[in-house]
């Protein structure tokens, strides 16, 4: 026969293992599905994408290619 108190800790940590998993689900979603945010204040060469409270940007204007490389000797 089990105690009382061990009933309580049983329940507690079923109701703990219940509120992390629904928090992990929630969190996963949000993370799987973040939302494009407009940037107009950075122009179009920029792409943001918020995930809940956080807010991160990525250029993607155009790369100017290097066509020559100077490779010092002494640096080889």
């Not at 940590?13 to 973040?34: C, N």
């Not at 920029?46 to 790369?63: A, R, S």
């Amino acid at each position: 026969m089990t105690s009382p108190s061990s009933r309580r800790i049983r329940l507690a940590l079923a109701v703990a293992i219940a509120v992390v998993a629904a928090g992990a689900s929630v969190m996963a979603a949000v993370v799987a599905h973040p939302k494009s945010v407009a940037s107009r204040v950075m122009g179009s060469d920029w792409q943001c994408q918020q995930l809940m409270w956080l807010t991160t940007c990525t250029y993607v204007g155009p790369v100017t290619p290097i066509h020559k490389v100077h490779v010092d000797s002494r640096d080889v």
